[in-house]
């Protein structure tokens, strides 16, 4: 089967999901987020970028599954201590060969390793339905409702996204929803109120909501490849405040950041938050 480009193992990571996680993060994305903090993930296997004075090759390497299960397993320790595991991140993982992708996370999963998978949401929906049984949460992003800034700022319309998530959800998923926010474009009260009643059309009660400010960290990245480096920036900490007051007022798990308390909350009833009436 093919092997997708890996371009990070990122260990001792507490912002993308439960406990302490080993993040692997593979190359290729179909979204073009115009803020994106991996621009270096974006291009898939064989593609290469034109800057203004050269060509830049997709970054990373290729390992078989059974030797990324054996890398990753170096960090169950961490897992067992913390309520951790993997998360699978991109780029976009689920526009991969999905035949290793459902592959690693069956081995994983085999091996006692809790699974989260950070998606944006832009895939055929197969890919989902193929590793749903061996999911343990869905970490997935709204980063914009309106449509006609979602096609400006990631080049892509939202609505098979919000079908799918839609859709994962009456499936049975897990789900942690991820709200990056951009000052003056998606983070005011009136934006999450607006997210917030899509979550009650589709009946759709998400385990968490993480809130993600905005940060500079990729500045670097941009400049090693040429690229002009997006300036945004993110909400201060008063408006964080109101937008995290508004989310657990309505009900709902917050959080500032990617991290989530542990993975052990999952093994409570899922009446305790799949109760849609009072949303």
Excluded at 247 to 257: A, R
Aim: charged share 25%; aromatic share 10%; glycine share 8%.
């Amino acid at each position: 089967m093919p092997e997708p480009l890996v371009f990070n193992i990122q260990r001792f990571s507490i912002h993308d999901g439960p406990g302490i996680r080993t993040t692997v993060f593979f190359s290729g994305c179909p979204l073009r987020c115009k803020w994106c903090h991996n621009p270096e993930g974006q291009r898939f296997p064989g593609e290469s970028i034109l800057t203004a004075d050269k060509y830049i090759d997709t970054a990373g390497s290729t390992r078989s599954v059974d030797l990324l299960v054996r890398e990753l397993e170096k960090d169950r320790i961490f897992f067992e201590e913390s309520g951790g595991g993997v998360t699978i991140s991109g780029g976009e993982p689920l526009a991969q060969d999905m035949e290793y992708i459902t592959h690693l996370i069956r081995e994983l999963k085999r091996k006692g390793i809790s699974v989260a998978v950070d998606t944006c949401g832009e895939v055929l929906y197969e890919a989902f339905y193929n590793i749903l049984p061996w999911v343990d949460l869905f970490l997935f992003d709204i980063k914009l409702l309106p449509e006609d800034m979602h096609i400006s700022l990631t080049g892509h319309s939202n609505r098979r996204i919000l079908t799918n998530l839609s859709r994962l959800n009456r499936d049975g998923a897990v789900i942690a929803l991820r709200l990056p926010l951009l000052s003056g474009i998606n983070d005011t009260v009136e934006d999450m109120k607006s997210i917030a009643e899509w979550l009650s059309s589709e009946k759709l009660m998400p385990l968490h909501i993480s809130l993600l400010p905005y940060h500079a960290y990729a500045r670097g990245k941009y400049d090693d490849m040429s690229l002009e480096y997006p300036e945004y920036s993110a909400p201060d900490q008063e408006q964080l405040t109101a937008l995290a007051d508004f989310w657990e007022q309505s009900g709902y798990s917050v959080g500032i950041g990617g991290g989530i308390e542990d993975l052990r909350i999952l093994e409570r009833d899922r009446k305790e938050w799949s109760s849609y009436d009072d949303h």
